[in-house]
Structures are given as C-alpha cells and as structure tokens.
C-alpha cells in the first residue's frame, strides 16, 4: 500500500498555506510532519482524511482496498478529541465503532490496551485530559484501518502513556498500516521527516 500526494496546495480564509506538496508513505512507515506553528501541519493532515479539499494536486492511495475511499481506509486522530461528554468511555467507543463500521476489535480488549478498562463505565466529561487522549486512541484500535492520520498524538501523554502508544504505532506498522503524524516532539519510532515551512 503506498499514500501518495503530488503538487499539494492549500488555501485557507484566502491565503495560501503551503504549495507545490509532495509526500509519500508506504506500508510499514511513519512520516513525521514537522515545522513551526501555522507551518499547515494540520492542514495537510486534514487534506490527506478528505476534511478540506486541495486547491491544486491529486492524493492516491495505491494497493488499498479498491472499494472503499482513502477517507474510508483512514483514521484521522485530530488535536482536539472528538468525544461526547454525556456518554461513558464504553459509550463514546461503540459510538465510534458503528459510525465507522468495518473490521472491529474487541472494544474492553482496546480500553485494557490504553489502561482505561476501569473506567468503562465513567462519563466521558470526568476524563483528564491524557485519559481523553488514550480514549481517541482505543478508537484506532477498535476499527481496523490501515493509515493513520495523527494531529499531535501524543500531547497530554503521560510517559507511560507515550510509551504505551509507540508500542501501539509499531505493532500498526508491523501489521502493514502507515502512519502520517505532525508533531512538535520525536515520535518515538522511525519515521522519515516531512520538513513544512512557514512562520508562525
Ligand atoms: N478555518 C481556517 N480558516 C482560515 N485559516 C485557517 C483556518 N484554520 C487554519 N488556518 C490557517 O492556516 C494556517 C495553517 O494552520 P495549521 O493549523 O494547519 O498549522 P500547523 O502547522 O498545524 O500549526 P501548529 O503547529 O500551531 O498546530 C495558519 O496560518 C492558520 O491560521
């Protein structure tokens, strides 16, 4: 499987964030997205899960499931995480689960994996903010899909917490998923550098 992006471009509120765009990442690699705030970091990320369309350049992702889009074979883990305050941490996954629909694993094995199975049945909205963190990883592991697109992943991870979802990104690699993550610290892993520039 091989993600690809050529000739890139990005136009946000009128202003150009980043043009003339190439990356690539195969099965079993990690690219880290790197440079200073408002680099468009983000705003590739959210490109490449089909969140904003690319004013210029086309994304292709060959030897993946023909039948399904690249947003469909993709999960994109944003800065902010998309949880549901009222409803408990086993709620907010099986939410996820069926809006995602696919291959799922299952959900108390993926709460066990980021060590919040003894708050299965707490409110979301009571959660610290690396708890939160390790619930939108569960969501990765719960529905099986092989690129991950990742906003700061690891922000708010404790460091058994960082340790634990490097472990995670690297069983994902081993098992032929990509990984595509933008972030400000070393991800832990070998990954190549996607260098964006652009000031803050
Ligand atoms: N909804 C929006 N409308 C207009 N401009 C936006 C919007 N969202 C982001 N931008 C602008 O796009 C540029 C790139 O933002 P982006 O969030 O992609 O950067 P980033 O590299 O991820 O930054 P950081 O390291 O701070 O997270 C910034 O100048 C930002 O102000």
Partial sequence: MRLSGRNLKCVRGGREVFSDLDLSATSGEALAVTGPNGAGKTSLLRVLAGLLVPAEGSIALEAGDAELSLAEQAHYLGHRDALKPALSVME???????FLGGETK???HCLAAVALDHAAHLPAAYLSAGQRRRLSIARLLSVRRPVWLL???TSALDAAGQAMFIGLMRDHLASGGLIIAATHLPLGIDARDLRMGGAA
Avoid at 92 to 98: A, D, G, M, P
């Fill in 151 to 153: 906003d700061e992943p």
């Fill in 92 to 98: 907010n996954l099986s939410f996820w689960r069926e």
């Fill in 106 to 108: 299952d959900a108390g």
